[in-house]
């Protein structure tokens, strides 16, 4: 089986699928996961140091510098991820490239202070 996002299986079908053919039933939750990744984004730097600082403080382990700086690499890589998907469909688009270091734009209005 292979999932349908316009005609999803009831929970009732995937009980029923998954008593009489367990095969079936997980090829059709391997074939559900691939189409929701379509949907997924990567985590960025903050987020993954939020979830990994969580996660050991949820085990009830110390949270370290180490285990901060390898979050933070792989949030790196999330969002450096994010980064070229943007620059992606800026070129699909006929777009310039932003200048990646340029951390804030400055506008004309007047609220903004140095």
Excluded: C
Excluded at 80 to 86: A, C, G, N, V, W
């Amino acid at each position: 089986m292979i999932y349908d996002s316009n005609n999803p299986l009831s929970d009732e079908e995937l009980d029923k699928l998954g008593n009489e053919d367990f095969d079936s039933f997980l090829k059709y939750l391997d074939s559900k996961a691939e189409y929701l990744k379509g949907f997924t984004k990567p985590l960025g730097q903050y987020h993954t140091k939020r979830f990994a600082a969580m996660d050991a403080q949820s085990r009830g382990e110390d949270i370290t510098n180490d285990l901060i700086e390898k979050a933070g690499k792989i949030g790196k890589e999330g969002d450096d991820k994010r980064t070229q998907s943007i620059i992606d469909k800026m070129s699909e688009m006929d777009l310039d490239k932003p200048d990646l270091k340029v951390k804030n734009h400055k506008t004309n209005r007047s609220q903004w202070f140095e």
